[in-house]
């Protein structure tokens, strides 16, 4: 069992940035491929970013409104995942939940595809 839990995020006005942070307890981490998903009012859960787990060499991958201004990390030591979130934009609105799945599939953009979630951190950004 995997728990998983968000801070960092906040207010900001356009143009600003924010990191996320992402800690899981219970298990070895490194394992587990790591991801960011977003909801904004009246809307799915959307894939954000996600980052494969060690032994599959830490690749990341993004949607593409974010690219370039976004940047998923891990650190294993520290059984975190971060979310650099940087010209953040008034439509990068939403709660930000940080996903996790053990061996999960590289790249895998569906929340259907990750076990563990975390209960979420608001992101607003003003214009």
């Known amino acids: 069992q995997v728990k998983l839990v968000e801070s960092g995020g906040g207010s900001v006005q356009t143009g600003g940035s924010l990191r996320l942070s992402c800690v899981a307890s219970?298990?070895?981490?490194?394992?587990?491929?790591g991801a960011w998903f977003r909801q904004a009012p009246g809307k799915e859960r959307e894939f954000v970013a996600a980052?494969?787990?060690?032994?599959?060499?830490?690749?990341?991958y993004y949607t593409d409104p974010v690219k370039g201004r976004f940047t998923i990390s891990r650190d294993n030591a520290k059984n975190t995942v971060y979310l650099q979130m940087n010209s953040l934009k008034p439509e990068d609105t939403a709660v930000y939940y940080c996903?996790?799945?053990?061996?999960?599939?590289?790249?895998?953009?569906?929340?259907?595809?990750?076990?563990?979630w975390g209960q979420g951190t608001q992101v607003i950004v003003s214009s």
């Open positions: 980052i494969s787990w060690s032994g599959g060499g830490r690749r990341s």
């Open positions: 996903a996790a799945d053990r061996f999960g599939q590289d790249g895998a953009t569906s929340s259907d595809q990750y076990e563990y």
């Open positions: 219970g298990r070895t981490f490194s394992v587990y491929t």
